[in-house]
């Protein structure tokens, strides 16, 4: 097993000098690799490397809230609601006499493509957060977002015409205050959209969540993995046929919006994961790290304050981009095993690190 992870390894090195700022650039990069114009089959291509290999050993390029790409001004109720910089948010804007929106939206859009781009792009995670409006589900992170139909119609159109493909798709922060009627109406919506590909713990026959491999998944055409749940919060209801728990998911997040704090947060669970001891690697689970950065009151605050400071979430990330990249190349050349999923926000954006670092 391990000689296949360092294959694998040899082949993400490979790759990564390889790959330019864009890669549906089709260009041949520094090194004169060929770049692969197109990342929207990346699994197919290497499954002679992937195969054999489990959820709990592959690593997948994620996108953080990847419903957060489009959102309207309504707020979205929760018992989370609001945490400390989103109540930062609200008094600013009272101060400042302007719509709360003005305030957050620069703070909670993650993503800038929808999640068929988002998958098209290479990645392979989605995080689904799905809360209540009081009339439809939808997709949210502070502000309410599309409507989750869009979404689940995203992801059955990728699965539909990549056959090649594995997906793993969370679905948590079920707020709004759903009763357990509401949450089964989704759970319903999530199996009648996307239920003949999804591969649950009745298709396992009793295998962990992370001792399944790709192969197996692409071979029987239940190339979805659905977790289900509240995610870090609670889980809705009991034992599902056709979706995991969210204990099959460990995550790990920084919390905080300086990119040294987020980067040396990072580099230390990658370095626990990679020892395969402690929490950060539970058996049959698979690890999720993300490589976020996470607004902070202060920093929410200081965007209308002069000088050089970011306005936005997405500015922030862009700023760390380089950083970043950094870090994940030096993962990649040492061999370094990375968690089971890389996490990001603004996937696909100009200079996109994860999907070049796991591919
Ligand atoms: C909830 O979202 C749906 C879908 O976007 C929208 O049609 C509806 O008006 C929203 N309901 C409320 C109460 O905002
Ligand atoms: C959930 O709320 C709806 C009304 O909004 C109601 O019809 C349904 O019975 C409630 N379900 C539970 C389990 O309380
Ligand atoms: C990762 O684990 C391998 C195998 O145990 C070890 O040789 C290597 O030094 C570790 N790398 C880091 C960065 O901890
Ligand atoms: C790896 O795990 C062992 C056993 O839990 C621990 O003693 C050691 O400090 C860990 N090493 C790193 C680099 O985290």
New binding site residues.
């Given amino acids: 097993m391990w000689d296949r992870i360092v294959v694998f390894l040899a082949f993400l090195a490979h790759h990564i000098d390889a790959a330019r700022l864009t890669p549906r650039a089709n260009t041949i990069g520094p090194s004169q690799h060929a770049l692969r114009a197109d990342n929207s089959n990346w699994m197919a291509e290497d499954a002679s490397i992937l195969r054999d290999m489990t959820l709990g050993e592959v690593v997948l390029p994620g996108t953080h809230d990847a419903g957060a790409y489009a959102l309207t001004s309504k707020l979205m109720p929760g018992s989370r609601f609001p945490t400390p910089w989103e109540a930062a948010a609200i008094a600013i804007a009272e101060d400042l006499g302007i719509g709360v929106d003005r305030v957050i939206t620069p703070w909670a859009l993650t993503q800038s493509l929808d999640v068929l781009a988002q998958l098209e792009f290479g990645y392979r995670y989605i995080d689904l957060r799905a809360g209540w409006n009081g009339t439809a589900w939808c997709a949210h992170h502070a502000e309410v977002g599309v409507p989750i139909a869009d979404i689940l119609n995203d992801i059955a159109t990728f699965m539909r015409t990549h056959p090649g493909e594995v997906v793993v798709v969370q679905t948590s922060h079920l707020d709004g205050f759903p ?4 949450v089964d109406e989704l759970s319903a919506e999530v199996t009648k959209t996307l239920g003949e590909y999804v591969a649950g713990p009745e298709w396992a026959r009793g295998k962990a969540f992370g001792d399944v491999t790709i192969g197996e998944m692409v071979d029987s055409g239940r190339r979805l993995a659905v977790v289900f749940g509240d995610g870090d919060y609670e889980s809705f209801g009991g034992a599902s046929k056709t979706t995991w728990p969210p204990e099959v998911l460990h995550n790990a997040y920084a919390d905080a919006d300086d990119p040294t704090a987020v980067m040396k947060y990072v580099r230390d669970k990658i370095v626990e994961y990679n020892n395969s001891s402690g929490e950060a690697a539970p058996p049959g689970t698979m690890s999720k790290i993300s490589w976020i950065l996470t607004a902070q009151t202060k920093t929410v605050v200081g965007m209308f304050e002069p000088g050089a400071r970011p306005r936005s979430l997405r500015e922030l990330t862009e700023r760390s981009r380089p950083a970043f990249g950094a870090l994940a190349e030096e993962v990649v050349q040492s061999g370094c095993r990375a968690g089971n999923i890389m996490s990001v926000d603004f996937g696909g954006g100009a200079g996109d690190y994860a999907t070049r670092a796991v591919r």
């Fill in positions: 009763n357990a009627t509401r």
